[in-house]
């Protein structure tokens, strides 16, 4: 099993802020899936295929990495993005997901 | 629009079954590879099943293999998850989704799309 290890586990940021997120995973993995998922709701898809962008994720998102290292960047950090973010990999079974990181607004 | 639609949860004691359902619309349900993930209180997501177009392939982890049974419908669009022998950690949103293709019709297993979700709790 992968095992997919996100970082940090919280992380507060201020509006303007960039943000970087890292997903590693235990074994080489082709590409990085990622979810956002607010309080209450239900994941959205956001990144697939490591860096491109789900339909509606503004542009501020961005994906990148290969290997065993993956992250997803916010350039300018908004109010409405935060939320939690998930890592996810189907390069082997099971689908795994990573534990989360929660971005607050600082 | 794509529509993911969850029932059948509810409280039900250890070892005892349930069986949720998804009712999908806004595409051809029958085309698409579809699974079900979980997310237990407070916690992160788990990949519970999925099921190939036709119903003739499904996969699980070892979490719940022997325990689940997903099944689908194409002629109703619907989605099953036959749960039985259930365990307290077990508990979780239950949510249906959906893996996209390619253009040759091969799946992809992550997920594009995602029901609002049904809560399971299991409690004596």
């Known amino acids: 099993e992968i095992v997919l290890t996100q970082s940090p586990t919280t992380i507060a940021a201020s509006p303007g802020e960039k943000v970087t997120i890292t997903c590693r995973a235990s074994?080489?993995?082709?590409?990085m899936y990622w979810y956002q998922q607010k309080s209450g709701a239900s994941p959205k898809l956001w990144i697939y295929?490591?860096?491109k962008l789900a339909s509606g994720v503004p542009n501020r998102f961005s994906g990148s990495g290969s290997g065993t290292s993956y992250s997803l960047t916010i350039n300018t950090m908004e109010t409405e993005d935060a939320a939690t973010y998930y890592c996810?990999?189907?390069?082997?079974?099971?689908?795994?997901f990573g534990s989360g990181t929660k971005l607050e607004i600082k | 629009e794509v529509q993911l639609v969850e029932s059948g949860g509810g409280l039900v004691q250890p070892g005892r079954s349930l069986k949720l359902s998804c009712a999908a619309s806004g595409f051809t349900f029958s085309n698409y590879y579809m699974a079900w993930v979980r997310q237990a209180p407070k916690k992160g997501l788990e990949w519970v099943a999925t099921i190939s177009t036709s119903g003739s392939r499904t996969y699980y982890p070892d979490s719940v293999k022997g325990r689940f049974t997903i099944s689908r419908d194409n002629a109703k669009s619907s989605l099953y998850l036959q749960m039985n022998s259930l365990k307290s950690e077990d508990t979780a949103t239950y949510y249906c989704?959906?893996?996209?293709?390619?253009?040759?019709?091969?799946?992809?297993?992550?997920?594009?799309?995602w029901g609002q979700g049904v809560m399971v709790t299991v409690s004596s």
């Open positions: 996810q990999q189907w390069s082997s079974t099971p689908l795994t």
């Open positions: 295929d490591t860096s």
């Open positions: 074994s080489s993995v082709s590409y």
């Open positions: 989704a959906r893996h996209p293709h390619n253009y040759g019709g091969y799946p992809h297993y992550y997920f594009d799309y």
